[in-house]
């Protein structure tokens, strides 16, 4: 199957994709993109919401599947479900909330403006 020999070529030479490797003259480069079920591909937009709002650090899919990364050093998580994404997002809010409330501050997203 043409995917799979143009993930190995890709793996052994570390290189960007190009329509040279399909025999085509041109340098210029050519992307695959998955096909994923509306469930992913929903889980997916959302997560690269909060990936935009820094709340999640990577995002991608591999074989259909939508992995996330949270913080730079951690392990990546499959999300089979929104709830596993809205799991994620509760987790780094509650953290969110202790750090500011171990800062002194009393109360998360209230002004004292009124």
Known sequence: MLVQR?????RQ??????????GIQSQAPFYINEQLTKCNYYIFKEAMKMKKHKVLSAVFTRRALVYVRQKVN??????KSMEDLLALDLDSAAATETA???AGVSQVG?????
């Open 6 to 10: 143009v993930g190995e070529v890709r």
């Open 13 to 22: 030479t570390k290189r960007f994709l190009s329509l040279e490797l399909l």
């Open 74 to 79: 951690d392990d990546f998580v499959c999300l």
């Open 100 to 102: 500011v409330l171990s």
């Open 110 to 114: 209230h002004s004292n403006f009124r």
